[in-house]
């Protein structure tokens, strides 16, 4: 080993911490020999050519920033499984920087909200999406009646399709009020 | 900019940079803000050997690769600009053939410039009297030279006058409707244009229209809704037609009333509700002042794929609502890149866990407020059906009613095609091949009938209305102090010669020549902005003209504050001298319903004798906005896993300060926020950076405790905005967020 790769080898992985990651390997190397070796096996040629068979190839555009670079999805099975880069792309030809590489994350993120909540007594609780939409919907029309539709804000986004854009604009208007913005304005 | 030629957008593409000659940018840092996009301007270099020009507060990775590169005191890019139309117009290597065609206002601009000599330039600016003339040579004997901004630009007091003071420099050089030449704003996001062009804005209707009555009637009817029912849903028609509450100070709305609070004027009411879909509240300057806000507010509901960090900001105990709302990625539409293109994004999977498209939950809601048929009916009109496809019913909407901005050719089933033959088009022309041949990617708008081919270069009287070519808009009056609008110069190949005004069902048959038949003269809309026959734009196009009009661009704007662009110092500025000098504008009443201070916090105090240092703010490549989307990636968040600040070592060592130490950065508003220091030579000593993408910490105090279980992000830390300063652009609200002050303090 040479001396820099030790050296980076022993300034990332501290003493104690080295020793908890041999004993693990340890115990897998344990448990690996009483499966008798067929755990695993070699991939074959088709399978690393072809890793998720029956999988389609979805064109897409980057989330990040106004360039609009190309993406491909790979999805098999409804699962988002590779991105590849889009070399035909007119604008980006292939082209990806850190954020437009990692777009696979907006949608597996693990710390994704994951079902409406609501903050009840300072706590997060839970609930339905009928429930949800009742609540915030009868709590909307409640003060629309009570302090005139001026009451109510709407902030709408730059990272909306158009066409949801669009109807952000047109929500706020049959609401009632001019109380409404995106990010274009900072 | 909009107020100069007729529309606020990139007039060229980033393709169409790789033409220029000269590049020079102002308050933009593509290489890391937009890394794919600046490859084109990397492209422009090895092609054309082109002079790529910086002038930013601070040494960018941008300016890295420049040729030349000022390091420019924030706030003061009028004079910098000023300095260099000085020595142009001194040297006589300003195009005068064009400003006499093309330009209304110059003699004003001219005699300002001359007041602006290399040596007050350098004072004001801080970029030596040598530096300025080498860089406004390079830049102006190198034509064509584009001229790109971003935010480092807008976010001022004084950015409404940054965004007309760049055009005019483009101008002065005849930059303007050239390959290789025009205002290239950089968008942030992925669809600010196009988010932007629908006007999610409290100033305006989709497609620019205003809030008059006459748009709202050509909505109701687009829309397939009664007028009067319409008005009936806002306070009363005065409401109706009043600008509203704006991004930037909706927290004024909720804080009114409050002792040393900004006075509102909002139809006798506060806000009390806030409903955000995609906006990360931590984007907004004030944040001690929004958090303020989000605890008295009756009713919050953040509808995002992340947890929207007012979640975590707010003390609130009830009545704050998560939503999940679904990805771009979870549904499908179009999105409009920086330079006007159109692209359409494929659904890649059906929305995750329990969540919701953004207009699934905009339609339920609607369903529940009971106004769901009206809200849809747009949809249905063309035709004519029983029930609607969402988005590609949504799109087809859209063509029909916004001809503005020349929508009319962005069709689901074009923008398809587009999406289908990527590998068609020409990557600086954007022209297409093959099937696509005659038509430019994306179809930048104005692509005015459903055949038209887009428009990749604004103002482009070079080429003809068919190929994508056009005028200056004629958006301002055909007359102003006696001196005609309209151009002196003609479209090419059009029947009509020179400048001609925008065409209305009362002058068409004048300005073509021709007589209408009686069944046209029934269908025909009043105006190429209302005329939703077709009968103008198909006349224009047989003509080779745009129904635009074709004008002067004016240098001068007569409904401004300032008519032409004036330097004025930033509201709290490091250089008291110059503040007697330059002061900012008088308080502002009723900005967007709030009270806003000018003169009032300027002259409150000498703000640098407490707060000496420029506090600059800006983007990491591994992030963007507020940081909700890519903090929740790993790999991403790793890159940069904690808030920091990049310091000159020598400031730094002044105040104890040791590499990697903890300090605070103090604010004038009595705000602060603890960072790590971070040494770095890109600033000098009297200016720091700190990037605006994190949140979580809030004055010191660790807030994380608030995520619900599992949505807590890779990264968090604390945000930018809660030490930058108060000060709003006097037209359009922006923040000014690039050019405060501060105070740094070890911690």
Known sequence: ?186 | MANTWGYGAMTNSLGDIQNAKAIIIFGANPAVNHPVGFRHFLMAKERNNAQLIVVDPRFTKTAAKADLFAQIRPGTDIPFMYGMLHIIFKNGWHKKDFIDQRVYGMEDVMKEAKKWTPSLTANVTGVSEDLLIQITRAYAKSTPGTLIWAMGLTQHSIGSSNTRMAPILQLALGNMGEEGGGCNILRGHDNVQGATDMCCLSHTLPGYYGLSAGSWKYFAKSWGVDYEWLAGRFKDKKWMSKKGFTLARWYAGVLAGKAGEDKIHNGGTNLKALFVMGNGITSISQQAKVKEALDALDLIVLADPFVNEAAILTDKKDDVFILPAATQFETSGSVTATNRSAQWRSEVVKPMYESKTDHDIMFELAKRLGFYDQFTKGMLIKENKKSFKFPEDATDEIARIIKTIGLTGWTSKRLKKHQENWHLFDQVSMRGIGPMKGEYYGLPWPCWTESHCGSPVLYDVHRPVKEGGMGFRNRFGLVHDGVSQLAGVGIKDAKVEGGYPEITAKNIEKVLGIKLSEDEKKKIGKNWKVDTSGIIAAKCMEFGIAPYGNAKARAKVWTFPDQIPMHREPLHSPREDLVKKYPTYKDKPNHYRVDTRYASVQNKEDWSKKFPINLVTGRLVNLNGAGVENRASKYLAALTPEMFCDINPNLAANHGIRDGDMMWIHSPEGTKIKVKAHYSYSVGEDRVFIPFHFAGFFQGEDRTGNYPEGTKPYAVGESANTVTNYGYDIITQIPETKGGLCRVEKA
């Not at chain 1, 990692?102 to 300072?122: C, H, L, N, T």
Request: with cysteine; charged share 25%.
């Open chain 1, 1 to 186: 080993m040479s001396e820099i790769t030790q050296k980076a080898l022993t300034t990332k992985v501290g003493r104690r911490s080295f020793l908890k990651m041999a004993a693990i390997a340890g115990a897998f190397g344990a448990t690996g020999a009483i499966a008798g070796g067929n755990v695993t096996r070699a991939a074959t040629d088709e399978e690393v050519k072809n890793p998720y068979p029956g999988s389609k190839l979805v064109k897409t555009i980057c989330t990040a920033c106004s360039v609009g670079c190309g993406i491909i999805a790979e999805v098999q099975n409804g699962v988002w499984v590779r991105q590849e880069v889009a070399t035909d792309h007119p604008i980006s030809l292939g082209g990806h920087c850190c954020k437009g590489a990692d777009m696979i994350d907006m949608v597996r993120s693990k710390v994704r909200v994951k079902y409406p909540m609501v903050k009840e007594g300072g706590a997060w609780k839970r609930i339905s999406w009928d429930t949800a939409l009742d609540k915030i919907a009868k709590k909307l029309g409640d003060l629309r009646k009570t302090s005139g539709p001026d009451s109510a804000i709407f902030l709408g986004s730059a990272k909306m399709s158009t066409e949801q854009a669009y109807y952000f604009r047109k929500f706020a208007a049959m609401f009632g009020t001019n109380n409404i913005d995106h990010q274009a304005r900072i």
